[in-house]
């Protein structure tokens, strides 16, 4: 059974940041792309950033310039780093490992407001 444990998420005024982070064994640490995505209620849900095994990383456009997702190779971790967070930022963010499968994790509340 495939665990991705998430933390980091809470309540941040707008202009502020937010470190998310994502656990997961070295077996798929190693091999996966790792990444996160956000769902908005009412909305789909949407790529926020990835990075592969070899730190490739993809991010949308929305967050170029205020997000970072980095991997920390000897903790099996992937985190996302959040500044000048801004209201339309507030989501569910999920971390994902994708490979052959697809893992997720249970999701972390982010809330940007004043």
């Known amino acids: 059974q495939v665990q991705l444990v998430e933390s980091g998420g809470g309540l941040v005024q707008p202009g502020g940041s937010l470190r998310l982070s994502c656990a997961t064994s070295?077996?798929?640490?190693?091999?996966?792309?790792m990444g996160w995505y956000r769902q908005a209620p009412g909305k789909q849900r949407e790529l926020v950033a990835t990075m592969t095994a070899g730190a490739i990383t993809n991010y949308a456009d929305s967050v170029k310039g205020r997000f970072t997702i980095s991997r920390d190779n000897t903790k099996n971790t992937v985190y996302l780093q959040m500044n000048n967070l801004k209201p339309e930022d507030t989501a569910v963010y999920y971390c994902?490992?994708?490979?052959?499968?697809?893992?997720w994790g249970q999701g972390t509340q982010v809330t940007v407001s004043s």
């Open positions: 994902n490992a994708r490979n052959i499968h697809s893992y």
């Open positions: 070295a077996s798929i640490f190693s091999i996966y792309t």
